[in-house]
């Protein structure tokens, strides 16, 4: 798996807002767990609900600062998020894990 382009294609399908093709990136019981929002979305209705309220409904267009691949399972990625919330503009993380060449785990947040 070529988690570089991974991330590539997951953050370009979430500025273009395809929820079926997002979520294609997900494995069926995956879990997104963001303490920003206080809580964890788990499996794919879960998730469709994260992306549809915080991506789409604030029109979150995401943008890479870095990547650090840490094996073949694990990626950290900072981000910049921008979008029609508060802010305006604000850092953020993830931290993936996979498994057969989809997201199984992630852990989301904000940095100030």
């Known amino acids: 798996m070529d ?3 991974f991330i ?3 953050i370009s399908v979430s500025n273009s807002y395809d ?3 997002y979520l294609q990136f997900f494995t069926e019981t995956a879990v997104l767990d963001d303490p920003s929002v206080g ?3 788990t499996g794919k209705q879960g998730i469709k609900e ?3 309220n915080y991506f789409i409904g604030y029109q979150t267009q ?3 600062v870095s990547l650090v691949v840490k094996d073949g399972r694990r990626a950290h990625l900072e981000v910049e998020f921008s979008g029609d919330f508060p802010e305006g503009r604000i850092g953020g993380t993830f931290d993936f894990e ?3 060449g989809k997201i199984a785990f992630v852990s989301a947040d904000l940095i100030s």
Request: net charge neutral.
């Open 3 to 5: 988690i570089e382009r």
């Open 8 to 10: 590539e294609e997951w």
């Open 19 to 21: 929820t079926d093709q």
């Open 39 to 41: 809580r964890k979305f």
């Open 50 to 52: 994260y992306f549809v």
């Open 62 to 64: 995401t943008r890479k």
């Open 98 to 100: 996979f498994i057969d």
